[in-house]
């Protein structure tokens, strides 16, 4: 992450924080980033063709009454000064700055097929539990995985695969057998 991109998400954060709006602004700056990240976006965006005050227009008609002011008057400082690259960067980084605030993360949940709601439930749950923190899944389709899933949330690595738990065995066998 670009320094940047950091500067904008923290002072954007620190307005949320003082004007007591972190949850509108964590939905808002979802919702920009997601729109943004676009390619047509993206193209629109960083062509030098289009003036900052068209890509300004386009703001307004887009989010005006979507967004809150300040948001808003981060997207025109952006173009201002051509730094519209920076834009995404900084939404994402200040929805994670927002997760981590509210004490949420996101575990990326890998398995061969999808899980029902109970067994997401309890996966929320255990994980809850465990990290003192809100657990939110993102459930992803690994068809390399035997049975059973592998999660990355919170900088951990977990791994409840069939594969681990026979190469588990193997090891505790062959412990077992040169003692």
């Not at 923290?10 to 602004?25: N, R, T």
């Not at 000064?81 to 990326?108: C, G, Q, S, Y």
């Not at 992803?140 to 594969?163: L, R």
């Amino acid at each position: 992450m670009d320094k940047l991109s950091l500067l904008y998400a923290s002072a954007l954060f620190s307005i949320a924080i003082e004007k007591d709006v972190v949850g509108d602004f964590m939905d808002q700056a979802s919702l920009l980033r997601d729109s943004l990240r676009d390619p047509e976006c993206q193209r629109v965006l960083v062509h030098p063709h289009i003036t900052s005050a068209e890509k300004q227009e386009f703001f307004k008609k887009a989010f005006s009454g979507a967004i809150h002011e300040d948001l808003m008057a981060f997207l025109f400082l952006t173009t201002d000064k051509n730094r519209e690259t920076f834009i995404v960067p900084a939404l994402t980084a200040l929805t994670d700055m927002i997760d981590r605030h509210m004490k949420r993360v996101t575990a990326d949940v890998y398995s061969a097929s999808g899980l029902d709601d109970k067994q997401v439930s309890s996966m929320k749950e255990i994980l809850s539990d465990k990290l003192g923190k809100t657990v939110e899944v993102s459930l992803n389709i690994d068809p390399t995985v035997i049975g059973g899933p592998y999660i990355y949330v919170d900088g951990y690595y977990i791994d409840w695969t069939v594969k681990k738990r026979l190469r588990d065995l193997t090891v505790h066998m062959k412990e077992g057998c040169s003692v």
